[in-house]
């Protein structure tokens, strides 16, 4: 059983660029979320994807955006790439039952903007 | 508001429990988590407790919540060296649109020989 999956590990890019983040949830999972982290610090939540909506989002700007395909799999994209978006992107499914959000994460992308 | 606070950093021996502490700010709070992660990898969910319970132990884990006072520890008994990580506790707050998870700083546990 594959758990939660991110591809690619690591990427660089510069600013100005936009950057493209996939994950593939853990399978029987309904429900993907994006969390921010920086180096140092606890990850921040970006935002969440059910039934292929944004269901929540948290205090980052309209460059941030996601999408959620049919089978469950999601994207991250960040436009207009800032020295300050570098971090760990992490990617978290979980099933989507009540007050009891059990997240399992993947790896990560390391971001680098130059 | 939401805010969690851990301290930074925590040494053990080998072989002694470990206690690590997390404070909340959100009274609403429904579950809270520890997760711990490992260098290059990402979180990996230890336990949870919800919010109307005051202990809940997981063979070497024990989760304490004090409600009042909006503190949440997690001690570790016989700490071995694979114990080393990060640890995050989090808070589930429900909001309109569904469940987020809020996490601390991270507290950094190194097990010594």
């Known amino acids: 059983d594959a758990g939660v999956t991110q591809s690619p590990t690591h990427l660089i890019k510069t600013r100005g660029q936009q950057v493209t983040l996939r994950c593939s949830p853990k399978?029987?999972?309904?429900?993907v979320s994006w969390y921010q982290q920086a180096l140092g610090q606890g990850p921040q939540f970006i935002f969440q994807?059910?039934?292929?909506?944004?269901?929540q989002r948290g205090n980052f700007p309209d460059r941030f955006s996601g999408h959620q395909f049919p089978n469950y799999s999601s994207e991250l994209n960040v436009n207009a790439l800032l020295l300050g978006d570098s971090a760990l992107y992490l990617c978290?499914?979980?099933?989507?039952?009540?007050?009891?959000?059990?997240?399992?994460f993947g790896s990560g992308t390391q971001l680098s903007v130059l | 508001g939401e805010d969690v606070e851990q301290s930074l950093f925590l040494s053990v021996r080998e072989g002694d429990s470990s206690v690590i502490n997390c404070t909340y700010t959100?009274?609403?709070?429904?579950?809270l988590y520890w997760y711990k992660q490992e260098p290059g990898a990402g979180l990996q969910l230890l336990t949870y407790i919800f919010s109307n319970m005051d202990m809940k132990q997981d063979q070497r884990l024990t989760v304490l919540l004090n409600k009042k006072d909006k503190h949440l520890s997690l001690r570790i008994a016989d700490t071995q060296t694979g114990d080393s990580a990060i640890y995050f506790c989090?808070?589930?707050?429900?909001?309109?649109?569904?469940?987020?998870?809020?996490f601390g700083t991270g507290t950094q546990l190194k097990v010594e020989l």
């Open positions: 989090a808070e589930n707050v429900l909001t309109g649109g569904g469940n987020k998870l809020t």
């Open positions: 959100d009274s609403s709070s429904t579950y």
């Open positions: 994807y059910y039934e292929e909506e944004e269901r």
């Open positions: 978290a499914s979980s099933l989507a039952r009540g007050l009891n959000e059990k997240l399992f």
């Open positions: 399978s029987g999972h309904d429900t």
